[in-house]
């Protein structure tokens, strides 16, 4: 069973990485300006261990209950851990003892739990501010995020945070809005968000976007970090 898992994954895995490679080769970028991340939610630790056997080196999880102990189990791999669900103020603390980047920073109420977190476990957290493009303006909002007009606020939090190290920005291409089924320009409006960010943080490089489903969108756009999920490990069950 696990070899048949095995099989799977490394197949679903290297489709995944010819897209990666030739949407790079059709925007004229090197393929090493692309990073990785398996979304593992609702997979087991055994298929992130598999992951990390197939050359997998960056994982992400979206809810704490379920990434806490799947990266207490796997924590022999050295893998990094990306955190990129939303979060409750709650439980950025508790995040903050595994996780290495968080993705989902979308208020200033979660940067000092997210500090305090950090500074206990004596660790850097790579922070990225989760944008909403459809909260642009007068348009109503959506999922979780910050409206683009709030990102230089929340970013100036996070520089100046102890503990926190502001990486750089997260979206979800919007469902709905004036980006609904518009992915690239979703993008590149993200990557103009980042451009002024970096103006600010020179170090806040890092543009996390693209999914299984419009990754060749969001490298075309210059995104630095996509997150694909079902691609590599199959259609997920229906969240619980
Ligand atoms: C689940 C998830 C992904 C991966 O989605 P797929 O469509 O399965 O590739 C990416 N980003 C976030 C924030 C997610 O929650």
């Known amino acids: 069973m696990s070899d048949e898992r095995r099989a799977e994954l490394a197949a679903n895995l290297a489709r995944v990485e010819d897209r990666i490679a030739a949407a790079c080769k059709a925007a004229g970028r090197d393929r090493d300006e692309v990073t990785l991340i398996v979304i593992t939610k609702t997979y087991p630790a055994s298929d992130v261990r598999l ?27 050295g893998l990094t851990w990306h955190f990129v669900g939303q979060l409750q103020t709650n439980k950025a603390r508790h995040v903050a003892a595994y996780a290495d980047y968080v993705h989902s920073v979308d208020r200033v109420r979660l940067v000092s739990p997210l500090s305090a977190g950090a500074v206990r476990d ?11 493009l459809d909260k642009e303006g007068a348009e109503p909002a959506g999922r979780g995020g910050v409206a683009p007009e709030g990102v230089a606020e ?18 979800v291409a919007p469902l709905s809005g ?45 995104a630095t970090h996509v997150r694909v999920g079902s691609a590599v490990l199959g259609v997920r069950p229906r969240l619980r």
């Open 51 to 77: 992951l990390a056997e197939l050359g997998v080196a960056h994982v992400g999880e979206n809810r704490d209950q379920e990434a806490a102990p799947k990266a207490a189990e796997c924590a022999d791999l």
């Open 122 to 132: 004596g660790r850097e957290l790579g922070i990225l501010l989760q944008v909403a």
């Open 154 to 171: 929340l970013a100036a939090a996070v520089a100046a945070a102890e503990g926190l190290r502001l990486d750089g920005l997260m979206t």
């Open 178 to 222: 004036r980006y609904a089924g518009r992915q690239q320009e979703a993008f590149r409006r993200l990557m103009e968000i980042s451009s002024g960010l970096r103006a600010a943080h020179p170090g806040a490089s890092m543009v996390s976007a693209g999914m299984s489903a419009d990754l060749e969108e969001a490298v075309a756009a210059g």
